[in-house]
C-alpha cells in the first residue's frame, strides 16, 4: 500500500485532488470500479489509464455527463441510488464514494449497497470534527463555512454532515470493518507539499478529527 | 413553408442538394437469407451518403431510421422542397454528425417503401408487387442487407451506427450481429424489445389496416389504397410519439376554425384536425404494406430473451455503446433503455447512459435540442479522435 506515496505516481496523478490521489492509491491493478458521483471523471480516468482498471461512472449532472463522454468513459446518468441497483453482488473490487456521503439522504441505505455490490468500498468526506469549524462555530456562533463547504446553511448540498468519530461510530454500528483509514492534512486543491500529510496518519484518532479537514476510508463487509 | 437554400452549404450548416442512389444486391449467386428461413433475390437498396470516406475508412457513421424515415436523412432533394431530410437537425457540416469530418450512410430498411425492396416492390417471379408474398422480415435482416450495402461500398469498419426508436434498435443489433465491424453504437429513445402495451399499439394499428375494405389481403396496388386505415394507424402511433403536456400545450381545448362546439360530428377540436392532416398525408405516402411488415420485425426484435442467449450474444461485443432516452417519451420511457443498460452492464459492457429533459415525448431524438446534440458530438468525436490516434500509433498511414 505504500506505492501511493511513490514520488512518480504523483506526479503522474498531479491533475486529482488529495483525496482522489490517495483513492487511487487504495485502487489495485485492473480492478473493476464504480465510481458513484464521479463529477468530471478525473479520478475514473487516472485509474483507467494508470491502474488498468476497468470502471464505470455514476454522475447526476449534465456538465460532469459530458466530461466524462468526452474522456470516453462509461458513465451512467442518474442518481447515486439508481446506479447501484443495477448491479449484482460484489460485480466490483472497489465502489468509491468521493466527497458525495454528506451529500447523500440515505447514507446508512448507501453504504450497504456499496458494500453489496463492491467488495470493497472507499468513501472520502469533510470531516466536521476538523479544528478550523470548531473554532468557526465557537467563535462566530454561525454555521461554519470553508472553502470545501462554502454553502450557506439554507443552500447547501451537504446534508449528512459528519466527524471521522462519527463516521468510526457508523462502522462499528453497522459491522463494517475499517481496513484503512486516511486522515488528509491539506484542503482539497492545496498544495500538497504544505503538510506532511501521511504524518497525520500517526497521530491518534482524537488529533486527527482535530487536525484533518478530509478523511479517506478503504471498508469491506464484517466478518462475522 | 417556402425553400430558401443558400449555396454556400458549408455557412447554413446543411449538405445541401443530395440524391438517394439504388443498388441491385444479391441480383446473382446466393438469395439473402432471412431469419424466417426464407431467403431474399434480388434486392434492392436506396441508400444517401453524405461527407467524403477517409483513405483509411475510420469515418464512417451508419444512420438508422426509424418506423417511417428513409433513406433521406438531410438535405434537401430539390431546391424548392419544403422539408429536409428526416435528421437534418443532426447531419451536416458542424453538426453533431458532422460531415466536414465524418462519411455519413443511410439506406432505406429492408420491407421499406422508400426505393429499398419491400411488399411494394415487384416480384421477379410474377411481375406482380410481392404484397404479402412478400417474406416477413426481423430487425436482424435489416442489419444483415445495411451490411450488404458497406460490403458492396467497400466498406468494412464503421465508427458508429446510430439511430433512434426502431433505429436504436438497429443500432443494438449492429452491435450483436458485427461486433468486429462497429466501434461504437448509439442507441437513442429505445427498447430491447417492445412491452405487451407497445405489442398492442401495433397490433390495433395492423388492424387499422387490414380491417380497412380496400386492404384487400395486401394486394391494392392496382387500385384504390388501404389510406383510411394507415392514416387511422399512423393518428394514433402520432398520439404516442407525442407528450400528453406537448401535445396539450400545442393544441389545448383549442376549437378548429369555429367558435362553439358543433354538437354533431365534425371536427371540433384543433388537436383532431392536426391528426386527420398528419393521417391523411402519411395514409397517401406511406405503403401499408410496409406498415404491416416493419411492426411485426419491432414486435419481433428481441435479442436479450433469457440469460443464456443474452450472455453468449453479449459476449463478442466490445463496442462503445451509449444509450440515450428522453424524460417525456412515454412510447419507449427512459426506464426501457435503463432496462438495456441494466443487461449490458450485467454483462461488463462498455456503455454510458443519458436521459435528456424535454417537453416533446418520443419526437425528442428528431428535434433540435443543446445537450443532446452535444452529447452525440461528443461521443462519436471521441471515437474517431481515439480512432486516429490509434491508427497514428501502429504506423498506419494516415
Not at chain 1, 484503512?180 to 491518534?204: C, D, V, Y
Not at chain 2, 401499408?288 to 411492426?295: E, R, S
Request: glycine share 8%; net charge neutral; aromatic share 10%.
Amino acid at each position: 500500500m505504500n506505492d501511493r506515496f511513490d514520488r512518480s505516481r504523483r506526479h503522474t496523478a498531479s491533475d486529482l485532488s488529495i483525496d482522489q490521489e490517495i483513492i487511487a492509491g487504495l485502487v489495485g491493478e485492473g480492478a473493476r470500479v464504480l465510481d458513484l458521483g464521479c463529477g468530471d471523471g478525473r479520478l475514473l480516468e487516472y485509474l483507467i489509464n494508470n491502474k488498468k482498471a476497468r470502471g464505470f461512472g455514476v454522475e447526476i449532472s449534465s456538465q460532469g455527463m459530458h466530461a466524462c463522454i468526452a474522456r470516453g468513459l462509461p458513465v451512467y446518468h442518474g442518481d447515486i441510488d439508481q446506479g447501484l441497483s443495477d448491479h449484482t453482488d460484489a460485480a466490483f473490487d472497489y465502489v468509491i464514494l468521493s466527497q458525495t456521503l454528506q451529500a447523500v439522504r440515505r447514507p446508512q441505505f448507501v453504504l450497504l449497497e456499496m458494500l453489496r455490490v463492491g467488495k470493497k468500498i472507499i468513501v472520502s468526506f469533510p470531516n466536521f470534527g476538523h479544528w478550523h469549524i470548531r473554532w468557526q462555530l465557537l467563535v462566530n456562533g454561525r454555521m461554519p463555512k470553508t472553502p470545501m463547504l462554502p454553502y450557506e446553511w439554507f443552500d447547501t448540498p451537504n446534508i449528512r454532515m459528519c466527524s471521522i468519530l462519527d463516521f468510526q461510530d457508523l462502522c462499528r454500528q453497522m459491522d463494517i470493518h475499517i481496513l484503512e483509514q486516511i486522515p488528509l492534512a491539506a484542503w482539497g486543491g492545496l498544495p500538497r507539499s504544505l503538510i506532511k500529510r501521511h504524518l497525520l496518519g500517526l497521530l491518534p484518532r482524537g488529533v486527527a478529527n482535530l487536525l484533518a479537514p478530509v478523511a479517506v476510508f478503504l471498508l469491506e463487509k464484517g466478518r462475522e | 413553408m417556402s425553400a430558401t437554400v443558400i449555396p454556400d452549404s458549408h455557412a447554413t450548416g446543411s449538405v445541401g442538394l443530395v440524391t438517394t442512389r439504388t443498388v441491385t444486391l444479391f441480383a446473382h449467386g446466393s438469395p439473402m437469407p432471412l431469419d424466417s428461413g426464407a431467403s431474399l433475390q434480388p434486392i434492392q437498396v436506396a441508400y444517401e451518403t453524405y461527407g467524403a470516406l477517409d483513405a483509411n475508412q475510420d469515418n464512417v457513421i451508419l444512420i438508422c431510421h426509424a418506423l417511417s424515415g428513409n433513406a433521406h436523412a438531410a438535405g434537401r432533394h430539390r431546391l424548392d422542397d419544403s422539408k429536409t431530410g428526416w435528421w437534418d437537425g443532426y447531419i451536416g457540416p458542424g453538426k453533431p454528425f458532422d460531415t466536414n469530418r465524418f462519411f455519413i450512410i443511410c439506406s432505406n430498411n429492408l420491407g421499406g417503401c422508400d426505393g429499398t425492396s419491400g411488399p411494394s416492390s415487384i416480384d421477379p417471379n410474377t411481375n406482380q408487387p410481392y404484397g404479402l408474398n412478400f417474406p416477413l422480415i426481423t430487425i436482424g435482416d435489416i442489419a444483415r442487407l445495411q451490411r450488404a450495402l458497406l460490403d458492396h461500398l467497400g466498406i468494412r469498419k464503421v465508427l458508429a451506427v446510430a439511430g433512434g426508436s426502431m433505429g436504436g434498435m438497429i443500432a443494438m443489433q449492429w452491435a450483436l450481429d458485427y461486433p468486429e465491424r462497429v466501434a461504437g453504437a448509439l442507441i437513442i429513445a429505445s427498447t430491447p424489445r417492445l412491452s405487451a402495451q407497445n405489442i398492442a399499439f401495433n397490433a390495433v394499428a395492423r388492424q387499422a389496416i387490414t380491417q380497412d375494405p380496400d386492404f384487400n389481403l395486401g394486394n391494392y396496388y392496382q387500385g384504390a389504397k388501404p389510406e383510411r386505415g394507415l392514416s387511422v394507424a399512423r393518428m394514433m402511433a402520432h398520439i404516442t410519439y407525442l407528450s400528453e403536456k406537448g401535445l396539450h400545450e400545442k393544441f389545448g381545448r383549442r376549437l378548429q376554425n369555429r367558435e362553439h362546439f358543433s354538437f354533431a360530428l365534425e371536427t371540433d377540436f384543433a388537436v383532431e384536425s392536426y391528426l386527420k392532416h398528419q393521417g391523411s398525408t402519411f395514409g397517401k405516402k406511406f405503403d401499408a404494406n410496409t406498415y404491416l411488415y416493419i411492426t411485426k420485425a419491432m414486435d419481433y426484435f428481441d435479442p436479450f430473451p433469457d440469460p443464456e442467449t443474452t450472455a453468449r450474444r453479449l459476449q463478442p461485443v466490445h463496442a462503445r455503446l451509449f444509450v440515450m432516452s428522453f424524460d417525456t417519451d412515454w412510447r419507449f420511457d427512459s426506464s426501457r433503455s435503463k432496462e438495456l443498460v441494466r443487461i449490458l452492464n450485467l454483462h461488463q459492457k462498455n456503455v454510458s447512459y443519458q436521459e435528456f429533459h424535454s417537453p416533446h415525448g418520443h419526437d425528442s431524438f428528431l428535434l433540435p435540442d443543446h445537450e443532446y446534440q452535444r452529447a452525440i458530438a461528443t461521443f462519436v468525436n471521441r471515437l474517431y479522435e481515439e480512432r486516429r490516434r490509434l491508427i497514428s500509433s501502429v504506423g498506419l498511414p494516415v
